[in-house]
C-alpha cells in the first residue's frame, strides 16, 4: 500500500507560480510511475502529467506543455509539479497518483495508489 499526501497548492493570480509536493510512504517508490491529475467542479479527473520510475520519460497534457514541469527525487520518495504562467482553467484539485508498472503514462486506468489532493486556485 503506497500513502501519497500532496502539499503546496493555494490561491495565485493569472501568470503567478506553484510548485506541489507529493510525498510518497513507500520504500519503493523508486519502482512506481507517478502522475499528476486534476480535477475542476462538475468535470471528470483528466491527466496533467506524468513520470517514468527512473524519471528519464515524462509526459504531459498538451494544454499544460511549456507551462509544468514533473520531477522525481527518489531518495527523498516525492515528486514534483511546478506550474507556471497559471491561468484560471488550471483551477482544480490536483491528485498524485502512483503507477505500478513503472511507466507514468497518462491513462488513469494505470494508477492504483492516490493521494487526497491538493487545491489550486487560479484568480483572474
Known amino acids: 500500500q503506497v500513502q501519497l499526501v500532496e502539499s503546496g497548492g493555494g490561491l495565485v493570480e493569472a501568470g503567478g507560480s506553484l510548485r506541489l509536493s507529493c510525498a510518497a510512504s513507500e520504500r519503493t517508490f523508486s519502482l512506481y510511475g507517478m502522475g499528476w491529475f486534476r480535477q475542476a467542479p462538475g468535470k471528470e479527473r483528466e491527466f496533467a502529467a506524468a513520470i517514468s520510475l527512473g524519471g528519464a520519460n515524462t509526459v504531459y497534457l498538451d494544454s499544460v506543455k511549456g507551462r509544468f514541469t514533473i520531477s522525481r527525487d527518489n531518495a527523498k520518495k516525492e515528486v514534483y509539479l511546478e506550474m507556471s504562467s497559471l491561468k484560471p482553467e488550471d483551477t482544480a484539485v490536483y491528485y498524485c497518483?502512483?503507477?505500478?508498472?513503472?511507466?507514468?503514462?497518462?491513462?488513469?486506468?494505470?494508477?492504483?495508489?492516490w493521494g487526497q489532493g491538493t487545491q489550486v486556485t487560479v484568480s483572474s
Open positions: 497518483a502512483a503507477d505500478p508498472t513503472g511507466a507514468g503514462s497518462a491513462n488513469i486506468k494505470s494508477y492504483l495508489y
